[in-house]
């Protein structure tokens, strides 16, 4: 939580400052010491979903550049924004968005959680099948 609170606090820095508008905007890099790494890591789940975040990045914190606001507790986070369209259905930005033509405004993620769990709507046009 504490991780969570600093990129947080980092986000809306960049936002002050119209870098990004919303967190999906943004790509964070966190430079984390070891113990926060291994808390982290032990974690086991998708930390750039659980932050709504674009992109994440994950490196030591001796790595750390400069430009990366440093917080007392062991962590850096460099927040930039995140390259890419947005997809229609998650609203993250993403460099593969239209990367299944069946789904041209979908990321790739999101063109396979549709196409697994609606088959149909790969097949025909979807938004011929959204107006049925």
Not at 14 to 34: E, F, N, P, S, W
Not at 87 to 108: I, K
């Amino acid at each position: 939580m504490a991780v969570r609170s600093d990129v947080l606090k980092a986000l809306e820095e960049a936002r002050d400052q119209k870098l990004i508008g919303k967190a999906a905007d943004a790509k964070v890099a966190l430079y984390l010491d070891d113990k926060h790494a291994q808390l982290l890591d032990s974690l086991a789940t998708n930390v750039e979903q659980v932050l709504m975040v674009s992109g994440l990045t994950v490196a030591a914190l001796a790595d750390a550049p400069a430009e990366a606001e440093n917080f007392d507790d062991g962590v850096a986070v460099q927040v930039a924004a995140a390259d890419g369209d947005v997809c229609d259905r998650c609203r993250m930005t993403r460099e593969d968005v239209g990367s299944d033509s069946a789904y041209p405004h979908f990321c790739a993620r999101c063109a396979k959680i549709v196409r697994d769990n609606f088959p149909e709507t790969a097949s025909a046009e979807f938004e011929d099948y959204e107006a049925k």
